[in-house]
């Protein structure tokens, strides 16, 4: 949950030593004469040079590869002269101070060693890259003033984690305060220059210097989009407390208008949530108020139970589609209302629901009573248990009242107990399993003038598969190849359930995961009459040295020994067989990748689906992805998607997906990223449909300082969900 301002380590103050002990005395080491007695006290000094001169008690004079070293700090100079009267000791020439791996440099150093205070000209410092740093940083100041308890003070300071003597982003600061007790900068009349331009200033600035959260400003973003103009938007972080943070965030869209959004998060061991809300008062374009309010709560009450919270709520239909660039967010339809509590153990589960939603429709294309029933309460439980003298049992139950404006109304009972024996062998498995399934309704405002319905019947079904396998040698290789056969057979006797409400169900959509279902529909208002076998087959190819799936090849086809007799808006099925489902998957060579699946209706010869996608890799951060989606009638889609460098630190990302049959771009991307080392530039084009008749266009580009901060607006999560295996480039190896 950690945000700041900047996350800068300006560690000058780190790089100096504590105040000496009180009373420690001074041990000399000369490498021209032999040292005097010492007093083993609190601590150490040592101190060497070519030659050192004067007096033990008085003033010492030190000069040639003048070197003091103190509790893991040094100061390397080529003349140093210490007041033991003071506990002061002067470095001139060369001066070089060392602490913890971090060093200053600059040709002066007074330092009262006992009060921990000092001055330094002219410092030059550097902080090497360790594992609590992402880079190495480097900057210098006019003067610094140690001020003792791990306090320092800069004056016209510059810091920088370009290498020398690259200076393509310094942060320059008239004065810069380091509390090192504290771990807190704050610095005055800050000015961050790239390339040699000032982009951004502040008067004062205050900022952690061990990357915690503190209060402040957060860097601003800036973007344009086609529906909202110019935005820019100027974060404020408050950090309330250790587990509970707020951003309260204006931003200004040129087309619309300001927008005041905030939010607050929190986080316990028990518990954890988030309330958003933002208001856009008298948009510019839409004549009205726009706001959305979202609340999500999860909190875990101890012994398996638990309680969330997940309430969302937008001003109008076109909120999103207006207000929003992001594609997770414009395809929204149904924003939940929903509160939950439960129950689990090792063999039980039940929960208490309530649960309505608000149904964005398209404007351009509405449907009429589109907005899913209200089920207000809903009660679930189930149960399982393995390996009972030998059997599996299982249970599910569900008690829902189901509430709509326009549809029927009503009560729904649900008890679905089943029962299997599972065999399992080293050459394969046969799991027989029966279950019976039982629906109640107690219904209101049905025109059938039904009150009452009742269902029940048996579903029986049994599971049988065999594992083969043998070793195979292809071009030098050695694999496993296995053969794999499975059979399944399902029945459902038939139920007239033309009478029934339709609450919630709907039929699933005939592919792979549709050749071992027991029921054709989802929902629990339709259990669909079945007496059919599906025949499939499974073939591997596993390299043996390393376990790796290159090749996995399935084929399967549903034989139908009844026709159809249970529907749901639809016409029954006809034929014997279904549509033979083809599957091909596997990492074919360390560089390239398939993946695809195939409907092929046999009788007509020809396809009804086809989804093929592939993707060359050669290397991290270097990839194509092709993409092609066919359904009959319906989708006809090119998706192609690359990251590609096009030189050591430019690298073009981009997406194309096409509709062939609606000849249009369905969402589109380009863009480049340029990383510099110290600096690091993204900057993306992006355009996708958000409705039938409406388009999303948005530019959104970011500056990344490396150590310092990020400017712009973040389309990170823009290219992960355009670009299937997408790296950002500081996380690829060079």
């Known amino acids: 949950m950690a945000r700041s301002l900047f996350t800068l380590v300006l560690a000058c103050a780190c790089a100096l030593p504590a105040a000496a002990n009180e009373g420690v ?6 490498r021209l004469a032999p040292p005097p007695p010492r007093v083993e006290r609190d601590a150490v000094r040592f101190l060497s040079a070519d030659r050192i001169t004067g007096s033990e008690t008085k003033t010492l004079t030190a000069t040639g590869n003048v070197a003091l070293r103190q509790r893991g700090a040094a100061i390397t100079a080529d003349r140093l002269e210490y007041s033991t009267e003071t506990d002061t000791a002067v470095a001139t020439g060369n001066v070089r101070l060392e602490r913890s791996g971090d060093s200053a440099t600059g040709p002066k150093l007074v330092y009262r060693i006992e009060e921990g205070t000092g001055e330094m000209e002219r410092p030059v410092f550097e ?3 360790r594992e609590d740093r992402r880079s190495s940083s480097r900057g210098a100041a006019e003067r610094a003033l140690l001020e003792g308890e791990d306090r320092t003070r800069l004056f016209n300071a510059e810091y920088t984690t370009c290498p020398v003597p690259r200076d393509d982003w310094t942060l320059k600061v008239s004065e810069l305060v380091i509390d090192g007790k504290r771990e807190v900068g704050t610095a005055w009349n800050s000015t961050v220059w790239f390339l040699g331009v000032p982009i951004l200033y502040s008067p004062w600035l205050s900022f952690p210097t061990n990357n915690a959260r503190k209060s402040g400003f957060l860097p601003p973003t800036l973007g344009s989009s086609g529906r909202g103009g110019f935005e820019f938007a100027l974060p404020w972080y408050w950090n309330i407390a250790e587990y509970q943070d707020a951003t309260i965030t204006p931003k200004l869209f040129s087309k619309r208008g300001l927008q005041l959004g905030g939010e607050y998060r929190y986080l316990r061991p028990s518990y954890t949530g988030q309330a958003e809300v933002e208001f856009l008062p ?4 839409a004549e009205r108020d726009r706001y959305l309010l979202a609340v999500r709560h999860a909190h875990q009450l101890g012994r398996g139970w638990s309680v969330g919270v997940n309430a969302q709520r937008v001003s109008d239909d076109n909120y999103f589609r207006d207000l ?16 939950v509590l439960a129950y689990s153990d090792d063999t039980w589960a039940a929960s208490a629901r309530a649960v309505a939603y608000q149904t964005l429709q398209d404007p351009t294309a509405p449907v009429p ?11 679930l439980v189930s149960g399982l248990r393995q390996n009972v003298r030998g059997l599996d049992w299982q249970v599910a139950g569900e008690l829902t009242n189901f509430r709509h404006p326009e549809l029927v109304n009503g009560q729904r009972f649900i008890a679905y107990p089943q029962v299997s024996w599972p065999v399992r062998r080293a050459w394969g498995y046969v799991t027989p399993k029966l279950g019976y399934h039982f629906t109640r309704y107690n219904l209101s ?3 059938g003038g039904d009150s009452a319905a009742t269902r029940s019947l048996p579903i029986a079904s049994v599971d049988a598969g065999v594992y083969l396998d043998r ?20 029945r459902v006797p038939y139920r007239d359930q033309s009478r029934l409400p339709n609450f919630s169900s709907a ?38 040295d390393t376990g790796l799936e290159r090749l996995k090849v399935t084929l399967g086809q549903i034989y139908y020994l009844d026709p159809q007799r249970v529907t749901l808006d639809g016409p029954a099925r006809e034929g014997k067989k279904s549509d033979l489902v083809a599957l091909v998957s596997g990492q074919v060579t360390p560089t390239f990748s398939i993946d695809g699946g195939l409907e092929y209706n046999v009788s007509q010869g020809r396809a009804r689906r086809l989804d093929l996608a592939a993707r060359y890799s050669p290397k991290p951060g270097s990839l194509v992805n092709a993409a092609y989606r066919y359904t009959r009638d319906q989708v006809k889609q090119v998706d192609l998607s690359a990251q590609w460098p096009v030189s050591g630190a430019l690298s073009l990302v981009g997406r194309w997906n096409w509709s062939l049959e609606d000849r249009k771009l369905i969402e589109g991307l380009a863009g480049f990223e340029y990383n510099a080392g110290c600096w690091e530039i993204r900057a993306v084009a992006h355009r996708f449909i958000t409705a039938t008749q409406q388009v999303s266009t948005s530019f959104q580009i970011q500056l990344e300082l490396s150590g310092l901060s990020r400017i712009g607006i973040n389309p990170l999560e823009t290219l992960k969900q355009n670009i299937p295996g997408y790296r950002r480039s500081d996380e690829i190896p060079r």
């Open 127 to 129: 902080i090497p890259k």
């Open 324 to 339: 929003s660039t992001r594609v997770a967010a414009t395809s929204q339809t149904s924003l939940p209302r929903d509160a």
């Open 471 to 490: 070793p195979w040698s292809f071009r030098g290789g050695d694999f496993q190849q296995t053969l794999e056969p499975r059979l399944f057979y399902v």
């Open 369 to 379: 009573a589109a907005a899913p029933y209200r089920q207000v309460p809903q009660l």
């Open 507 to 544: 039929e699933v959509d005939f592919g792979a995961n549709s050749l071992f279902r027991e029921n054709r529909f989802i929902g629990g208002d339709r259990i669909g009459d079945a007496n059919q076998v599906t025949a499939a087959i499974t073939s591997r190819l596993v390299q043996s």
């Open 282 to 285: 008298n948009d510019a374009i």
């Open 445 to 447: 405002g049905n025109d």
């Open 25 to 30: 005395p001074l041990r000399l080491d000369r």
